[in-house]
Nanobody, 116 residues
Framework: QVQLVESGGGSVQPGGSLSLSCVAS?????MAWFRQAPGKEREAVAS?????ETTYADSLEGRFAISRDHATTYLHMYNMNPEDTAVYYC???????????????WGQGTQVTVSA
């Protein structure tokens, strides 16, 4: 079992930045971030395999950055816009996939709101 605890959500103005953290109860190879906006499906944001192989959603690369320090994973978000408003979830698994169904372990989610 792996427990995941996210933190760092909140409100930010358009153009602003926000960082999220996810602490895992133990090290696991793949850590990922997903998000789900109201009325939409959960979508992959970014993932990091071990400590260096990163993958981003095409539309977010350049504005979002994922990193990790052992069992803690970070998502740094820059130049945010209202379309980034969603609940952000941390996920973990033995391999990285863009399909949310492939992940066994999930955090509780943290709300991110971008508005003026």
């Amino acid at each position: 079992q792996v427990q995941l605890v996210e933190s760092g959500g909140g409100s930010v103005q358009p153009g602003g930045s926000l960082s999220l953290s996810c602490v895992a109860s133990r090290y696991i190879a793949c850590m990922a971030w997903f998000r789900q906006a109201p009325g939409k499906e959960r979508e992959a944001v970014a993932s990091i395999l071990r400590d260096r192989e990163t993958t981003y959603a095409d539309s977010l690369e350049g504005r979002f950055a994922i990193s990790r320090d052992h069992a803690t994973t970070y998502l740094h978000m820059y130049n945010m816009n209202p379309e980034d408003t969603a609940v952000y979830y941390c996920a973990a698994g033995v391999s990285c996939r863009s399909d949310a169904k492939q992940y066994i372990y999930w955090g509780q989610g943290t709300q991110v709101t971008v508005s003026a």
